[in-house]
T-cell receptor, first 109, second 115 residues
Framework: GQNIDQPTEMTATEGAIVQINCTYQ??????LFWYQQHAGEAPTFLSY??LDGLEEKGRFSSFLSRSKGYSYLLLKELQMKDSASYLCAVMDSNYQLIWGAGTKLIIKP | GAVVSQHPSRVICKSGTSVKIECRSLDFQATTMFWYRQFPKQSLMLMATSNEGSKATYEQGVEKDKFLINHASLTLSTLTVTSAHPEDSSFYICSARTGGLEEQYFGPGTRLTVT
C-alpha cells in the first residue's frame, strides 16, 4: 500500500530551527510537496522536490533522498506565525497526490 | 497568479437539503480539479478527481450519488452535497492543477454546517 509518515506534533521555540521529517512508500514517484496549513484555512504551497538534494527558499528548506524514501522540511529563525500544520505529499505514478496526516508545529515564545 | 476561489466560504443548511459549492480557477485553465474534505484535526481526504468534460473519479467510500461533481469548463467545478446530514458537516476544499506535474493550487475552503 501507499504510506506517508510524519510526526503528529512538534514543539519549538521562537527564533530556533526545527526539522520536520517525512518518510514515504508509494507506487511510483513524481515529486514530493510540502504545504503549510493554518487552522481553519486551506493549504498553501511551500516547496517541491523531485531530485535528490536540498532546495532552499528563504527561511524554509526542503530535502529529498529518493533512495531512502525520505524528505525533511527545515524551518529557520522560527516566528510565531509559523505555528501551523505542515503537510507532506507525494505524487505517485498516476500523478495523484498521496497526503501525510500532517505535523502540527507549535511555536513557543 | 494561480488563484483559486471557492463560494460560499461558509454555509449552514438544514438536514435533508442540498448545497452547491463552486470552485473557480481565476487566472489559469485547470485541466484537473480535486475535491477534498477535512474533519477537525485530521488531514485532507481526497473525495474525487474531475477532469473537464468527463465524469469525476471518486475515491473508495465516497458516494457519487450523494456528492455530485460537475466540471463543465476549464475554470469551474461544482460539488453538490445532496440530502445533507449532520455528519456531512466538514471543511470542503477544492484544488486545481494545470498539468500532470504541477502543484495543486488550493481554494480557501468552504465550511459546511448541517443542522
Amino acid at each position: 500500500g501507499q504510506n506517508i509518515d510524519q510526526p503528529t506534533e512538534m514543539t519549538a521555540t521562537e527564533g530556533a530551527i526545527v526539522q520536520i521529517n517525512c518518510t514515504y512508500q508509494t507506487s511510483g514517484f513524481n515529486g514530493l510537496f510540502w504545504y503549510q496549513q493554518h487552522a481553519g484555512e486551506a493549504p498553501t504551497f511551500l516547496s517541491y522536490n523531485v531530485l535528490d538534494g536540498l532546495e532552499e527558499k528563504g527561511r524554509f528548506s526542503s530535502f529529498l533522498s529518493r533512495s531512502k524514501g525520505y524528505s525533511y522540511l527545515l524551518l529557520k529563525e522560527l516566528q510565531m506565525k509559523d505555528s501551523a500544520s505542515y503537510l507532506c505529499a507525494v505524487m505517485d505514478s498516476n500523478y495523484q497526490l498521496i497526503w501525510g496526516a500532517g505535523t502540527k508545529l507549535i511555536i513557543k515564545p | 497568479g494561480a488563484v483559486v476561489s471557492q463560494h460560499p466560504s461558509r454555509v449552514i443548511c438544514k438536514s435533508g437539503t442540498s448545497v452547491k459549492i463552486e470552485c473557480r480557477s481565476l487566472d489559469f485553465q485547470a485541466t484537473t480539479m480535486f475535491w477534498y474534505r477535512q474533519f477537525p484535526k485530521q488531514s485532507l481526504m481526497l473525495m474525487a478527481t474531475s477532469n473537464e468534460g468527463s465524469k469525476a473519479t471518486y475515491e473508495q467510500g465516497v458516494e457519487k450519488d450523494k456528492f455530485l461533481i460537475n466540471h463543465a469548463s476549464l475554470t469551474l467545478s461544482t460539488l453538490t452535497v445532496t440530502s445533507a446530514h449532520p455528519e456531512d458537516s466538514s471543511f470542503y476544499i477544492c484544488s486545481a492543477r494545470t498539468g500532470g506535474l504541477e502543484e495543486q493550487y488550493f481554494g480557501p475552503g468552504t465550511r459546511l454546517t448541517v443542522t
